[in-house]
């Protein structure tokens, strides 16, 4: 199934992305917490305290020389055709395409920055050396990429307020295993996601309508070492990836995967500019973070079985008639939305329920970001 069968023309695209106009748009975006929206998480500070990383001594060190090493320090800068590009290239987007390109900058920053508050604040709350050391490179590495994206939507006079965002967006409480699942899949499925456009970019210098993913490759570095991170905290904590959790393992790795699949669906032109379908750039970045995933996850979901391929197109299906009874409104309007909940609810499931493949985990924890 591709996405021809799910009909995914502008009004949907629009009814799922609504139209940011005004700086006020742009924030109301970014704090706005919907399915399908980065969130802001905050966890148990003391349970991060008592971290203890001494089964992984040898690979953290290194890794942590990385880290010291910064060898972004001077990346997230604008050289001299910068600017020029945006003033070429930005006139020559349509009003869709527009849209869909901002919805993907402000969706970009608010996940970025919600990295950047939770190492942050992470750091601040604890006093073991090496949770707290780790907590200030990956926030230094977050609050850089964020600004970064900012400056392209000041290009726009659309800038995110960083400090307002931080004040009004709502947080979700996750205990530290959850923040582990759920962030190490954010920054491996994150450096899948830049990689394959950088690689796609490369081939096709012509599709690059904006500068700015002319800076992914080395951006992603850092996002997969974030992971690395991640996967060394998981892999010191050995009970975490085996038994009953398990089964939140395979929960984490689907709602990561439905999220981002419905979420790029909503994006069809943007994909389109850069010589992708939605559906196959999102296949590609799958199984680059299910590869990834090997060094810590003992289990995998199959992104070859025709039921999760028919989940995922339903997921969608199900999120644009969401979209048109919210729309609707009254009676009828809440009906369809309880009805496409249900629905959605019941797809999940069925995903949740397929066979996973099952794996050893490798002796050597630590991977290179070799895509
Ligand atoms: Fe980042
Ligand atoms: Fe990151």
């Known amino acids: 199934m591709n996405t021809s069968t799910l009909d995914m023309d502008h009004d949907h695209v629009e009814l799922l992305i609504g ?54 320090h001077d990346h997230f800068q604008r050289d001299a055709e910068f600017a020029e590009e945006v003033k070429k290239l930005m006139p020559q987007l349509s009003p869709e395409m527009r849209q869909e390109f901002l ?8 996940s970025e920055f919600s990295g950047c508050i939770l190492y942050n604040e992470i750091r601040k709350h604890v006093s073991n050396p090496d949770i707290k050391q780790l907590m200030t490179y990956m926030a230094r590495d977050e609050s850089r990429h964020a600004g970064f994206i900012n400056q392209s939507l000041k290009d726009f006079d659309l800038g995110i307020d960083l400090g307002e965002l931080k004040r009004q967006k709502n947080y979700t409480f996750f205990k530290p295993k959850f923040i582990f699942y759920a962030t190490y899949l954010s920054e491996k499925i994150g450096y899948a996601r830049y990689i394959t456009i950088f690689r796609q970019l490369e081939r096709h210098p012509d599709k690059r309508f904006h500068p700015i993913f002319r800076w992914f490759e080395r951006w992603c570095n850092d996002e997969f070492r974030h992971g690395e991170s991640f996967a060394l905290i998981m892999r010191a904590h050995p009970h ?13 790795i689907l709602a990561v995967y439905a999220t981002m699949y419905v979420r790029d669906h909503t994006r069809p032109l943007l994909h389109e ?44 299906e199900l999120s644009i008639a969401n979209a048109k009874a919210k729309e609707r409104g009254g009676v009828m309007g809440l009906i369809g939305r309880a009805s496409t909940a249900v629905q959605a609810l019941f797809t999940f499931g069925r995903l949740y329920l397929l066979p996973v493949k099952k794996q050893d985990l490798p002796a050597d924890i630590r991977m290179q970001p070799t895509w």
């Open 19 to 72: 139209t940011v106009q005004t700086a006020a748009d742009a924030n109301a975006k970014a704090v706005r917490n919907t399915v399908l929206s980065p969130r802001f998480y905050t966890t148990d500070f003391a349970a991060m305290d008592r971290l203890d990383v001494e089964p992984v001594r040898t690979e953290w060190d290194v890794m942590m020389k990385e880290y010291e090493g910064d060898n972004n």
């Open 103 to 110: 919805d993907f900058l402000i969706s970009s920053l608010t």
């Open 240 to 252: 975490l990836l085996r038994g009953g959790n398990l089964l939140w393992i395979r929960f984490f």
């Open 273 to 316: 500019a850069m010589g992708f379908e939605s559906t196959d750039y999102d296949y590609e970045v799958f199984r680059i973070t299910s590869d990834i995933c090997r060094q810590v996850f003992p289990i995998e979901v199959d992104i070859d079985h025709p039921t999760f391929r028919a989940c995922m197109t339903r997921l969608v």
